[in-house]
T-cell receptor
Framework: DTEVTQTPKHLVMGMTNKKSLKCEQH?????MYWYKQKAKKPPELMFV???????INESVPSRFSPECPNSSLLNLHLHALQPEDSALYLC??????????????FGPGTRLTVL | DQQVKQNSPSLSVQEGRISILNCDYT??????FLWYKKYPAEGPTFLIS?????DKNEDGRFTVFLNKSAKHLSLHIVPSQPGDSAVYFC?????????FGQGTRLTINP
């Protein structure tokens, strides 16, 4: 089983709203990731959590706030977003961040629209 | 600075024939390479991977070849099937980071 689940599937929010994206995996993976994908572009890495600790932040604006409550869950808290933040947000997990042959498995994504 | 490049935005192949998707990279630190298949508004689905210590990996209809000296990898799909129509991303991994190419849209014609 290589399933990563994400909720909600779609989200529409105003620029003053606060919302959260959720990601869950039950594969025993110890690394979890957030990516952002704009239309007709490849996914771009935002954050990496390794053993529930933030290990990489790719200079993401502070209006995006990640959280890893436990090894199975990953959240992305959103506040004061801009319309240009509208994108597909993808969560992924892997067995061991940075290890050899470490394959990332992706969830279906959350389609975010900021009005 | 694009570290992973897929120079063909699209590829059209007849059903039953071989599909060959290409990918080039510039960073010698990449030690693991993957191919993902993606449908619109869905997450990438892992297809096949190869470690930098190998030059070939095969899984059913899918074979990935790695030429380290040329910094080039390719994905071969044979025989191609209509269900293979999708966008294919090449990705390279180093130091916890996965870098994707721009993708190639593969269309399999009946």
């Amino acid at each position: 089983d290589t399933e990563v689940t994400q909720t909600p599937k779609h989200l529409v929010m105003g620029m003053t709203n606060k919302k959260s994206l959720k990601c869950e995996q039950h594969m025993g993976h110890r690394a979890m990731y957030w990516y952002k994908q704009k239309a007709k572009k490849p996914p771009e890495l935002m954050f990496v959590y390794s053993y529930e600790k933030l290990s990489i932040n790719e200079s993401v604006p502070s209006r995006f706030s990640p959280e890893c409550p436990n090894s199975s869950l990953l959240n992305l808290h959103l506040h004061a977003l801009q319309p240009e933040d509208s994108a597909l947000y993808l969560c992924a997990s892997s067995q061991l961040a940075g290890g050899p042959s470490d394959t990332q498995y992706f969830g279906p994504g959350t389609r975010l629209t900021v009005l | 600075d694009q570290q992973v490049k897929q120079n063909s935005p699209s590829l059209s192949v007849q059903e039953g024939r071989i599909s060959i998707l290409n990918c080039d990279y510039t960073n010698s630190m990449f030690d693991y390479f993957l191919w993902y298949k993606k449908y619109p508004a869905e997450g990438p689905t892992f297809l096949i991977s190869i470690s930098s210590i190998k030059d070939k990996n095969e899984d059913g209809r899918f074979t990935v070849f790695l030429n380290k000296s040329a910094k080039h990898l390719s994905l071969h799909i044979v025989p191609s099937q209509p269900g293979d129509s999708a966008v294919y991303f090449c990705a390279a991994s180093a130091a916890q980071k996965l870098v994707f190419g721009q993708g190639t849209r593969l269309t399999i014609n009946p």
